[in-house]
């Protein structure tokens, strides 16, 4: 049986294609910086947005038409799982992820749910038999169901803590079992509503406790997956502990787990905390914590998580720039954490969608291999910093001078002259490489 | 004497340019749409922020390397007129836009400020008859000194209200004696900071009386410009009268205004008010009220007004729809509301960034056209609003039914089959156009 | 049978009680400015957040324990009518506000739903009769079901724009026959998400059509309530049409709606759209648009309708100063438009909500008369314009004046002398009214 | 002479004063909590926004008037001096804070700078001598000069990195010869404005470096002030390194620096960052790093540092509930990093504004201490938590479970019981005890 049966494998056709159902851009055996766009682009989908998800928003219910909503159930977890399959085929892709309640439905107690789990694992790894599509991460959803709505490892409650804990065993039980190559938490209740009822101090040592007893288990079990932390400001709980890549690596820090995890970077949940995108895995890379990314887009003037499709190219040229300057993402992939608008209802969508970003991290890549290949920005930046190679400069940097050495040049400068930082030109040359990336085609 | 003598004139030499004083796409000759991109594309330079602004911000001093700088007074004011018209000759700008303030000094009182102007309207004059650069508008700053204070227009004080006049009075007489094409009225203080101490009606009855009296006086002096508001939300003033093009209409219809104005529409305004440019100008243009445009663009995650020069590719390339849908900007154009950043102090800056909205814009408006040449979106829109154009659709947009008819008409119908919005697919498509704009170069 | 069997009636016990069920500040009795706290506060309960919301998120399923969620179908929706009139009479409210589907489940089409209502209304009616609880407003929900998906009156479909139609044909008959004393227009699919497929200029004509079918068919049928525009912006739709009240406003003035419509102001809204409550509440006040208000509160640092219920006394204290000066809300009244947090789901929390929002406009109430009474800020106010009294200032204010009287008058005008706005000694005097309003007791 | 001879000594004169130039909450010696309101309410002058400012915005010139501005030079810096005892004195305050360049103006060059600064120094200090004003913090300007377009300790250029640590230790010597409690860095310029051109990791490892000297420095002239960092995110540059104190907190320990600094905390830097105030000093609290606070607010509609004066008793009742639970400041503050308006121009309005944050901060410690006494917030948050305090939930915090046992626990638990968080009750108690704090007078 076939759930999207008027469309066929998806296939690069280049950029004047005008068929609606190819990539462009996205040319999975082109070469690009040594490896093949398919190796640099580990490109995952999301379960839970493209099988799960029936669009509904706050303010109305579903719209979206999915072949498989007939079934109900386990039947309807198991329709999932073909849908799953055939789509991936079609469209391509080398990776998925899930939380554990996007594949199967949760059961009456917690022996029931992990059951249905086991059931729709099994299948899933049968089916990954004969699929060239691998598990980026798995993750388990804490915070959907009402016994988390105080939070979970961080809950008031002991039981909650508990529960939550155990569900994340088995999630590292799952990882394990489908050869996941990463482990994401996010920490959806994870965080307060207001500090007038809330004991943040208690709440974030257990939640440091927490990590550090999945990080025994997963040694015990011998699951090597790397650890990612996804951090998110503002949504669901009006502040969350892991408000950005900073405020994650303060924690990580002051609860000796640094050596632990990695991030997993959102664009929307960027900037919904006031960052780029960029900035976010810039920060990330220069401290040796950039795991892996949630690729989507948030839309600039909406103040909550609207994870769209990526296909800003401004956006995916400076995100591919950061993680080919990082030497790629290691186990780490691209992660379409995106879901179509609710008016976008139609299975075609999914494709659509798909193919946009696929396209958009394609252009990314060109682009940002152009500029690199041409040291456009690195000329630029290193004579920017020149003076810290020789002289007073180098002292700096070898942590060989003090205040008085360095007030004695100080004392001895006239006006200091500078360069201007050229933003304008900068952008404009972006703009030519964009605008040039496919020209010879 | 030179003010930008290691600067030539800007030419075009295409995409594959490598010469940062170089038109990469503007090719002012090049027609587009029927007419060349110089005529369509109806660029001005901003005084204030190319000739007069020190890129000071509020947490340091001004960093701008200026070779005016050496003067001050009226020589200041007239080595900036020499500097300008050099600068729009170089750079072969059809237009330019000004306040009263920045082309001359404020004196000691009134009189001595109007004598400062006719000096150096003289002189402007003079140096227009030889050169292809026209007053695209003209303004008077009625916020920057104390006396503004409260406001000027909508000020607490009658005399206030009376200085403001007496220098929109002078200004439209400078922008007759100029020929003006339009002339701009931005309510720089025309708001309240807070409504504790503001008789918000009298302000705005006020503000109604004024621009009757310019009205009025136009008239009276054969000055024919077009009189455009400039909406801006919170800046400087908490809540501006003018928040944003919808606000600024409401109050024009409410005070009988309507007839005698259009907007001038600035992008960075327009995300500060929490619109999209697009939506600002699209708004505008369906209401008959789309007059001019202050080209530059906003920092999506700073809550100020930036004026960056315009670099978005997206961004232009939607004004530019908008423009062409609208038929041209008739007696308007893009003026430069734009400032290069604080570190970007060098008189190249200036020219690099010119040249950077410059290359932008052109990029908008050859994708725009080639948009609406292909009928990319309007094949869309027009199959999904085709309803409307027979049967009880017709009757509605013709004022031919009542909810009676209407209520027979939805008893009858079974589930309604909606089409999909197709977000995802029109944002790939757009991608696809501008990467192939000038794939054939 | 009781739905709150532990609850008594809420009484008044003053600012010392320590009972949690009882009401601080609220005192229905007590006369402020020559009318009973009762008469003046308006207070409606909304049904859809008390009675049918089940507090979930996007993030999360619901949370809301309800004694009448055993019920389902029909049965749910009587056992609602009970409940509430339950909660009305405990809570000692004078005003409740539906939409249709909040009292009523939809049927399989558009005659079922009808029935439906018509089996509830009449049931309601019944209530009525013995209940001191009348109807604030009602409205019909055109923006959850997917038939809306595209839109309501805005829709992009003929078949849709009559179901809408319908269902508010069907909603003014239920006002009509409940004794509303409005009706209200929340647009909430009335916009779009994004302009690329969008006929902006279509979809607005049509929503100017669709009210003045509306007005007709009030007219008609002689319901005579009060018709209210909402405003709101951002969700659901990217872009509503009616974004605030101003551009509400320009709508209703180009369409020809402005004498047959007031606002209805949601203090969420207000925020969301980058506007204090009270400056919407004045704009509309001084353009003689206020008729009514959704009582609620936003979180300043989350960029979504919150919907809290109202407790910030400067928020309520500056908002009754504005119904105050407009001499009450006529018709109107103050709808708590506001939930209960996911985390308050018990129905002791509905209580202890409604009576934090009823003392807290109760101590607004309070406060804003006293500084009327005391004339607090408008001394100060007349004082700061009284420019305007006489000479050129009265001149200005009748009209009998022209830049060239302006002109001579500014001319002879030395440096002129300002009064400080005294903003922080303003806002230390509300403090301190704030902080003596209950010290006598 | 006298600077404000028309104000004298600001005394309390309890909360029916009609007084403006009086206290009306704030009584230097009520004792609450043990300690005076002077000893808890460490109260310091910001001598930049009060003696230095002249209130011009990017819109507009100064409109300040000030008795000391017909000075100039070292002329003027002087007559600063004088003015701010006495001011210190009229207001009663116990500390002040400043950055070198507020007090005296800078020379030609580094040594000249210097020795404008010593002269200032010394007669500071003289000045100190017949006061009880002392010095809360001092700190250098290392933003505002175009020397540090680029940065200062950040900067892209080893001369300036030079300049700043030369005036950074001339600081550290003031600060010892002036007594001062604590020293500050805020990163004025530490920070990008786009990474296209920008060395993170240099920079963040050079601001490492730079921290260290300065604490090296410090210790060989055994100036023993607290050190701190006061974060702050977008202003002035795009991107600040210390967007709030979890990035400062993540800063400092990856560069151990994290025993040496505590954080110094601004209420309008906290909301900016997308965090409320009370949150921030959280953070800081429950990790051990509240240092001082500097007491101001922001306007939550504006996307800027506007640096109001503190008047929100919510705010300063979070903030003062957060102080208390630190056990104080301990060498800390109240810095008012806050000014008047540009409308709020007078000498008066310096008073007005002092004394309208004085009495917020003392209601706000008032009201905080009554919440403590009375355990309203405590009994509610340990009955919360109380599954942590023996048998699973001990366990966990007590470190000694783990996955197994947990899971164990989870599957012998049945539907988790939950307790409302009762958000709406909690904020209507502290409307209740803000309302009740001065009754009884
Ligand atoms: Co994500
Ligand atoms: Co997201
Ligand atoms: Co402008
Ligand atoms: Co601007
Ligand atoms: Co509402
Ligand atoms: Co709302
Ligand atoms: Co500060
Ligand atoms: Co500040």
Redesign the interface.
């Known amino acids: 049986m076939s759930y999207f049966n008027n469309i066929n494998k998806i296939n690069y056709e280049g950029?004047?294609s005008t068929n609606?159902f190819a990539f462009?851009?996205y040319n999975p055996e082109e070469v690009i910086g040594g490896k093949t766009m398919e190796e640099y682009l580990r490109f995952g989908v999301a379960y839970w947005h493209t099988f799960t998800e029936d669009l509904s928003?706050?303010?109305?219910?579903?719209?979206a038409i999915r072949t498989w909503d007939k079934f109900s159930g386990m039947d309807l977890a198991k329709a999932r799982v073909e849908a799953a399959f055939e789509f991936f085929e079609k469209l391509g892709v080398p990776y998925f992820c899930f939380h554990d309640v996007d594949i199967a439905p949760e059961g009456s107690?917690?022996?029931e749910s992990n059951q249905n789990l086991d059931t729709i694992v099994a299948m899933i790894k049968d089916y990954m038999k004969d699929s060239k599509t691998k598990l980026l991460w798995n993750t388990v959803n804490n915070?959907?169901?009402?016994?988390?709505?105080?939070g979970a490892g961080s809950a008031?409650?002991?039981?909650?803590?508990?529960?939550a804990?155990?569900?994340?065993?088995?999630g590292l039980e799952v990882g394990k079992e489908l050869g996941a190559e990463n482990y994401v938490f996010w920490g959806?209740?994870e965080g307060y509503?207001?500090?007038?009822?809330?004991?943040?101090?208690?709440e974030?040592?257990?939640l440091g406790?927490f990590f550090h007893?999945?990080i025994?288990?997963a040694k015990e079990i011998g699951f090597d997956a790397q650890f990612l932390i996804e951090p998110k400001?503002?949504?669901?709980t009006?502040?969350q502990y892991d408000?950005?890549v900073?405020?994650g690596?303060?924690?990580l820090?002051?609860y000796d787990l640094q050596d632990h995890f990695k991030f997993n970077i959102e664009a929307n949940h960027a900037?919904?905390?006031?960052?780029?995108f960029?900035?976010e895995l810039?920060?990330a890379r220069?401290?040796n914590m950039l795991g892996s990314v949630d690729a989507n887009q948030g839309?600039?003037?909406?103040?909550?998580d609207t994870d769209e499709?990526p296909?800003?190219?401004?956006s995916t040229t400076?995100a591919m720039y950061e993680i080919i300057k990082n030497g790629g993402l290691g186990r780490g992939g691209l992660n379409f954490d995106a879901k179509?608008?609710?008016?976008?209802?139609?299975p075609?969508?999914l494709f659509?969608?798909h193919?946009?970003g696929m396209?958009?991290f394609a252009?990314g890549l060109k682009v940002a291999q152009q500029l690199i290949d041409d040291k456009v920005?690195d000329t630029?930046?290193e004579d920017?910093?020149s003076?810290?190679k020789d002289?007073?400069?180098l002292n700096?940097?070898e942590?060989k001078?003090?205040?008085?050495e360095?007030?004695s040049?100080?004392?001895g400068?006239?006006?200091?002259k500078?360069q201007?930082?050229?933003?304008?030109?900068?952008?404009?040359n972006?703009?030519?490489y964009?605008?040039?990336?496919?020209?010879g085609?």
């Open positions: 950029s004047t609606p462009k851009f928003d706050p303010f109305g219910s579903g719209t107690n917690l022996r915070f959907s169901h009402p016994r988390f709505v105080h008031n409650n002991a039981d909650v803590f508990a529960y804990a155990a569900k994340v065993k088995k959806g209740r509503e207001t500090l007038l009822n809330t004991d943040m101090k208690l974030m040592d257990n406790r007893m999945a025994d288990y400001p503002k949504e669901p009006t502040h408000f950005d900073a405020s690596y303060a924690f820090q002051h900037t919904l905390a006031g960052h780029t960029e900035h810039r920060y220069v401290n839309h600039p003037l909406l103040g909550w499709f296909s800003d190219l401004y400076l179509v608008r609710r008016g976008s209802f139609t075609e969508d659509h969608a193919i946009a396209d958009s252009v920005l630029f930046v920017r910093y003076s810290f002289g007073i400069g700096i940097v942590g001078t003090n205040f008085h360095l007030e040049h100080a004392l400068l006239g006006e200091i500078h201007s930082g050229r933003l304008e030109l900068i952008k404009a972006i703009n030519q964009l605008l040039r990336a496919f020209a085609e």
